[in-house]
């Protein structure tokens, strides 16, 4: 069955290096690599992340092992994933990996990768297509993604042939040192080999593109795989990713309606007693909610925007005051870090997702690359256009894990935020509260109401919808923060 798999077609002849050659080209593969990731190192410009597939038995391990005997193993993570634990099943799937990436400049190797359930299904006996197409596309946004930001993917799949893998299962039984190296899974493989072909075959032949491309290491013979193994790398660690290329579309994109959602509503002023009567009861029934034992399989997620001094702070405090401290964490974000800015501007976001029973609280979030990095131009607009699908990829994966996702724009006009301003301005206690910035925002309110309104028309989902506060009157805009969580944690659980 498996010969006639063009892909796998050199590497099951069972191809072999001559020691002579090997110990010639190991010499200079070893000096190479090292210069070649010194100057990553250097030019931080890049991560390179190494995704390691194959069949069992292929020498996967030992071949890594050895890249880390010839390159300086201080600047190479290796990161191997087993079956999901149970902190890793209260977040999404793809958590886990988002967690592990590494900063530009370094390197890492992934054992047990995104790619696990998608050749496992390609592998059975009766493969369901529907959930294969789900995998693989699930895949190729991620990796589209990492590569867009600055990620190299290189991704190598060993391989030998049947006979050979049995050849070295005995030979690493034989004896005591090598003996713990094989697995029962190993002697499973042998039997289901065909099907694993398939299954690799499909895989690489879906998930194969210009930005992340599969490479086939014949893997019968130690030299051979050793030294294009290091070839690779180093071809990878030398060279700058291929652009990325969007995925073909069945039919042209539908044009986005963008309106105006930012004009305020007058609203009447609450009267204080109502109010106070109102906060108590939702501040109540929000507290049942996150206590109840259905919001122990889930988590909320709530996100905040708007201009400045429309009162996010307020609106988050009273939702804080009905929560335990412990259960819920808040996270005000401003200008990246470092350690942030060397990884995908996503991985922030992932880094702080809650856990199942807890809240997470985002004062700013992951839309500043649509509006403050866009009107700003911190950011290219190839990369905010992109975001946006990015974004709606991202929303979709907490929801379809048990995410409650909110999000909250509270909206104010340009004169009562003037009024606020000054107000900041002459208060001991608040005064901490206006900058510079500030003031250099407001100058481009225009731009940024642009941005805004653009972004909800491409980003406003039914499972992660945006809900636009009228904000002029802070009591009006806390209490329908508070009503449409607990109405949102209500409908979910």
């Not at 991620?142 to 042939?161: I, P």
């Not at 070295?168 to 694993?196: C, F």
Request: glycine share 4%; with cysteine; hydrophobic share 40%.
């Amino acid at each position: 069955m498996t010969e006639h798999l063009p892909i796998f077609e050199l590497a099951q002849s069972d191809p072999v290096l001559d020691k002579a050659t090997f110990k010639t080209q190991e010499a200079a593969l070893r000096t190479a690599l090292l210069s070649a990731q010194y100057q990553q190192l250097a030019q931080g410009r890049q991560s390179l992340l190494i995704v390691v597939a194959g069949i069992d038995g292929a020498g996967k391990g030992a071949t890594i092992n050895l890249l880390n005997e010839w390159m300086d193993p201080r600047h190479i993570r290796t990161l191997a994933f087993d079956e999901p634990d149970a902190v890793d099943r209260e977040r999404p799937p793809m958590w886990r990996y988002w967690n592990a990436l590494p900063p530009k400049g370094k390197t890492g190797i992934v054992f047990g990768s995104w790619y696990a359930l998608l050749v496992r299904e390609a592998a059975r006996k009766r493969p369901r297509p529907e959930r294969i197409e789900r995998l693989a596309m699930a895949i190729r946004r991620f990796e589209a993604m990492l590569a867009a930001e600055g990620v190299h993917l290189l991704k190598l799949w060993f391989h030998l042939s049947r006979s050979a893998q049995a050849d070295r299962l005995q030979r690493l039984l034989a004896s005591e040192r090598t003996s713990w190296q094989v697995t029962p899974n190993d002697h499973k493989v042998y039997k289901k080999y065909d099907r694993l072909c398939l299954g690799g075959s499909a895989s690489i032949g879906l998930t194969d593109r210009a930005h992340a491309r599969w490479h086939i290491i014949p893997s019968a013979d130690d030299n051979l795989r050793s030294i294009q193994t290091a070839e690779r790398v180093l071809e990878a660690l030398k060279s700058r990713p291929a652009r990325v290329q969007p995925e073909p579309a069945v039919a042209p994109p539908p044009r986005v309606a963008v309106e105006d959602r930012l004009k305020v509503n007058v609203v009447e002023e609450l009267d204080k007693d109502e109010y106070d009567t109102q906060i108590a009861l939702w501040q109540g029934r929000l507290a049942r909610a996150v206590r109840s034992d259905a919001f122990k399989q889930k988590s909320l997620v709530l996100a905040f925007e708007g201009q400045d001094a429309a009162g996010k702070g307020g609106a988050i405090r009273r939702i804080a005051n009905a929560l335990d401290a412990r259960q819920y964490d808040i996270h005000q974000i401003a200008a990246p870090t470092a350690e942030e800015l060397s990884r995908p501007y996503l991985w922030r976001f992932w880094h702080r997702l809650p856990r199942h029973g807890r809240v997470g609280i985002f004062d700013r979030s992951w839309y500043g690359r649509v509006l403050v990095e866009r009107v700003e131009q911190f950011a290219a607009p190839s990369a905010w256009r992109r975001a946006y699908e990015e974004i709606n990829d991202f929303e979709t994966q907490l929801a379809a894990n048990n995410v409650i996702v909110v999000k909250f724009w509270l909206a104010i006009d340009a004169q009562e935020q003037l009024t606020r301003f000054q107000a900041r301005e002459h208060s001991p206690f608040k005064r901490f509260k206006i900058t510079p910035e500030d003031w250099r925002n407001r100058d481009k309110w225009d731009a940024y109401a642009r941005a805004a309104n653009e972004m909800f028309a491409r980003t406003d989902q039914p499972d992660a919808p945006w809900h636009v506060i009228a904000a002029n009157d802070k009591r009006h805009a806390r209490l329908a923060v508070l009503k449409h969580t607990v109405l949102a944690l209500e409908h979910a659980i």
